[in-house]
């Protein structure tokens, strides 16, 4: 899954009309308006869809673990799950990334393992 954005004709500093990709009845909006960026192919969208559903089951999930007490704690990513996946599927697989505490989301879309990722909320001293 790649966006395939050209690095030389992105611009670095925003411009005084934001970048739309859809219009406020969420249909997709073409030409000048999108700064030159169109949408992802359906595939990508679909897969980028996807991951977001299985992101929002993981915090569930997870966040129910916490309330049992098999962790100590978990901050939840509920509602930026966008904002994970998206920020993941623009990098490519020699960015670096450097997570905070609330960015299991982006762990799980990187590709690294869910009991890997709730090792460092279970408390325990010898783990991350």
């Known amino acids: 899954m790649s966006l395939n954005v050209e690095h030389a004709s992105v611009r670095t500093l925003p411009s005084e009309k934001p970048l739309r990709l859809l219009d406020n009845a969420g249909h997709a909006v ?8 169109g949408l992802p192919d359906t595939e990508t969208l679909l897969e980028l869809y996807r991951k977001m559903v299985v992101a929002r089951r ?3 999930q997870v966040t129910a673990l916490t309330k049992q007490g098999r962790l ?6 509920y509602g ?6 998206g ?5 490519t697989t020699e960015d670096w990334l450097f997570p905070t505490y609330r960015d ?3 762990l799980l879309t990187r590709g690294i393992e869910p009991a890997d ?8 001293w010898h783990n991350g």
């Open 58 to 60: 993981f915090d569930v």
């Open 104 to 106: 299991s989301i982006a």
């Open 30 to 37: 073409t030409g000048s308006a999108t700064g030159g960026f």
């Open 80 to 85: 930026q799950e966008a904002c994970e996946i």
């Open 117 to 124: 990722i709730l090792q460092s909320f279970r408390g325990d």
């Open 72 to 77: 100590a704690t978990y901050p939840s990513a």
């Open 87 to 91: 920020a993941v599927a623009a990098l």
